[in-house]
């Protein structure tokens, strides 16, 4: 894995989220058992070859989008940026609930910012004494994550609330930025992961209409 | 099939016919009620239950969870708890207004509801909290973020408590074993589930047992030989093994 590690407050996450992801030709094998129900049976795979079209005009997108959302993920777990929990999460993805991750992702963003910005406002202030209430953000922050598996998020959150225990006024802005930042970037990561779910989809469905 | 035990009306009251009338397919589900003040941990409680095949209600405290079961103070009208049917409670503890442990004392202390299973949810692993809600008769205490394994584990838990016949008196013969450990410090451990009680009157009521519940003297006075009902499974073992491995 060649993907830098974004070193702790240097990282544009703007430019993280430019870089696409290349991948050799070939159908990826490496897949890291992240399960899929929606993949296509080898048989119309070695019919397509024989014709002589380009492999990328025959559907084969969808396994190479598979390949980079498992790389992507693989990535995020070495990182610990997510933890086993987001994989709970896409188990409890099915047919009867096909956007469950997402949903439940985009709940934990929104609350998030909220979060964020509360706690920012509160450190702003020129006569800020309400460690009591920043520690009651940060135990919702602290949870929610938890409950996602965003985990550098998390641990962020939780040294966060050591320093505001210890209403140490300097430490948490320094955790308030760090967690701002670890937030970005797992949002950023996130919203990658969930258009390249999405384009997966919609390869899938070009290539097998009868399916839908 | 032993899917009818489910219905809690069974395990509420003795002298309801054990013969279920009511529909099938309301009580081939366990309607469980979830409380939590986070709107992310009520979509996923919510999501595990109800792909565990359980049918949910979730509230986001404990106020509203007392509303729906009809114990809020300013309406004390008399409940129709066969349309409610709620098999299990689970809850957080840390919630604004009213405590998970607070809406535990609340229900135990409702003669309507105190039979039913109370979970409560946690995101800190503290003992002296487990304990005290066990004390006060939560049935389980599972650390957050809560799992599917979590969720499974209650079920089967429910099932072994409500199974029709001499398993059904386990539930309660096991809050009877702790009891029976505080006062009587006897030991054989080896209790079977028949003997320990002849009527399940409910003993678990009656809040007699000042002392902490066997459950925290686990590792010492249950240390070799583990009572039936209260061994691998027990999620203090499990919490303690995960605490110290």
């Given at each position: 894995?060649?993907?830098m590690?974004?070193?702790?407050?240097s990282c544009?996450?703007?430019?993280?989220?430019q870089r696409?992801?290349n991948?050799?030709?070939?159908?990826?094998?490496?897949?890291t058992?992240?399960?899929?129900?929606?993949?296509p049976?080898?048989?119309?795979?070695?019919?397509?070859?024989?014709?002589?079209?380009?492999?990328?005009?025959?559907g084969?997108?969808?396994?190479?989008l598979?390949?980079?959302m498992?790389?992507?993920?693989?990535l995020?777990?070495?990182?610990?940026?997510?933890?086993?929990q987001?994989?709970?999460?896409?188990?409890?993805?099915d047919?009867?609930?096909?956007n469950?991750v997402s949903?439940?992702?985009?709940?934990?963003?929104?609350e998030?910012?909220?979060?964020?910005?509360?706690?920012?406002?509160?450190?702003?202030?020129?006569?800020f004494?309400?460690?009591?209430?920043?520690?009651i953000?940060?135990?919702?922050?602290?949870?929610?994550?938890?409950?996602i598996?965003?985990?550098?998020v998390?641990?962020?959150?939780?040294a966060?609330r050591?320093?505001?225990?210890?209403?140490?006024?300097?430490g948490?802005f320094r955790?308030?930025?760090?967690?701002e930042?670890?937030?970005?970037?797992l949002k950023?990561?996130?919203?990658e992961?969930?258009?390249?779910?999405q384009?997966?989809?919609?390869?899938?469905?070009?290539?097998?209409?009868?399916?839908? | 099939?032993?899917?009818?035990?489910?219905?809690s009306?069974r395990?509420?009251s003795?002298?309801?016919?054990?013969f279920?009338?009511?529909p099938?397919?309301?009580?081939?589900?366990v309607?469980?009620?979830?409380v939590?003040?986070?709107i992310?941990?009520?979509?996923?409680i919510?999501?595990?239950l109800?792909?565990?095949?359980?049918k949910?209600?979730?509230?986001d405290?404990?106020?509203?969870?007392?509303?729906?079961?009809?114990?809020?103070?300013?309406?004390?009208?008399?409940v129709d708890?066969?349309?409610l049917?709620?098999?299990?409670?689970i809850?957080?503890?840390?919630m604004?207004?009213m405590t998970?442990?607070?809406?535990?004392?609340?229900?135990?202390?409702s003669?309507?509801?105190?039979?039913?299973p109370?979970v409560?949810m946690?995101?800190e692993?503290?003992m002296?909290?487990?304990?005290?809600?066990?004390?006060?008769?939560?049935e389980?205490?599972?650390v957050?973020?809560?799992?599917l394994?979590?969720v499974?584990r209650?079920?089967?838990y429910?099932?072994?408590?409500t199974?029709?016949g001499?398993?059904?008196?386990?539930?309660i013969?096991?809050r009877?074993l702790?009891?029976?450990?505080?006062m009587?410090?006897?030991?054989p451990?080896?209790?079977?589930?028949?003997?320990?009680?002849?009527?399940?009157?409910?003993?678990?009521?009656?809040?007699s047992?000042?002392?902490p519940s066997?459950?925290?003297t686990?590792?010492?006075s249950?240390?070799?030989?583990?009572?039936?009902t209260?061994?691998l499974?027990s999620?203090?073992?499990?919490?303690k093994?995960?605490?110290t491995?």
């Amino acid at each position: 894995m060649t993907d830098m590690l974004p070193a702790a407050g240097s990282c544009r996450v703007g430019l993280m989220s430019q870089r696409r992801i290349n991948l050799p030709q070939q159908t990826a094998r490496e897949v890291t058992g992240y399960g899929d129900r929606r993949s296509p049976p080898p048989a119309l795979l070695c019919r397509g070859s024989k014709t002589g079209l380009p492999v990328w005009m025959l559907g084969l997108g969808a396994d190479r989008l598979r390949a980079d959302m498992n790389r992507l993920l693989a990535l995020l777990f070495h990182q610990g940026v997510l933890d086993e929990q987001f994989l709970q999460l896409q188990q409890l993805q099915d047919e009867s609930s096909p956007n469950f991750v997402s949903e439940v992702v985009n709940i934990y963003f929104h609350e998030s910012e909220k979060l964020l910005r509360n706690l920012r406002g509160l450190l702003m202030e020129r006569e800020f004494s309400d460690y009591k209430k920043m520690g009651i953000h940060l135990n919702q922050f602290v949870g929610s994550s938890s409950s996602i598996g965003a985990k550098r998020v998390r641990n962020v959150c939780v040294a966060f609330r050591a320093a505001s225990e210890q209403n140490n006024r300097a430490g948490c802005f320094r955790a308030l930025e760090l967690l701002e930042h670890e937030y970005c970037y797992l949002k950023n990561k996130l919203h990658e992961l969930f258009q390249i779910e999405q384009q997966r989809v919609l390869a899938a469905g070009i290539r097998y209409p009868m399916q839908n | 099939m032993a899917r009818n035990g489910f219905t809690s009306r069974r395990r509420r009251s003795e002298k309801i016919d054990a013969f279920d009338l009511t529909p099938p397919d309301h009580s081939q589900e366990v309607h469980v009620l979830a409380v939590d003040d986070s709107i992310i941990d009520r979509k996923v409680i919510e999501r595990l239950l109800r792909i565990s095949c359980c049918k949910v209600t979730a509230v986001d405290s404990g106020r509203r969870a007392l509303q729906f079961l009809g114990l809020d103070d300013e309406k004390s009208s008399s409940v129709d708890f066969d349309t409610l049917k709620v098999d299990l409670i689970i809850t957080d503890y840390c919630m604004p207004g009213m405590t998970g442990y607070e809406l535990l004392k609340k229900i135990k202390e409702s003669s309507t509801f105190k039979e039913i299973p109370v979970v409560i949810m946690s995101s800190e692993n503290i003992m002296a909290r487990i304990d005290r809600c066990l004390e006060e008769g939560a049935e389980d205490f599972i650390v957050k973020p809560v799992k599917l394994a979590d969720v499974q584990r209650i079920k089967d838990y429910m099932a072994r408590e409500t199974k029709p016949g001499n398993d059904q008196e386990s539930g309660i013969n096991k809050r009877k074993l702790r009891d029976s450990f505080d006062m009587s410090s006897v030991s054989p451990p080896s209790i079977s589930p028949s003997s320990s009680s002849s009527s399940p009157s409910s003993p678990l009521s009656s809040p007699s047992s000042p002392t902490p519940s066997s459950r925290s003297t686990l590792p010492s006075s249950l240390s070799a030989p583990s009572s039936p009902t209260n061994s691998l499974d027990s999620p203090i073992t499990r919490l303690k093994m995960t605490n110290t491995d």
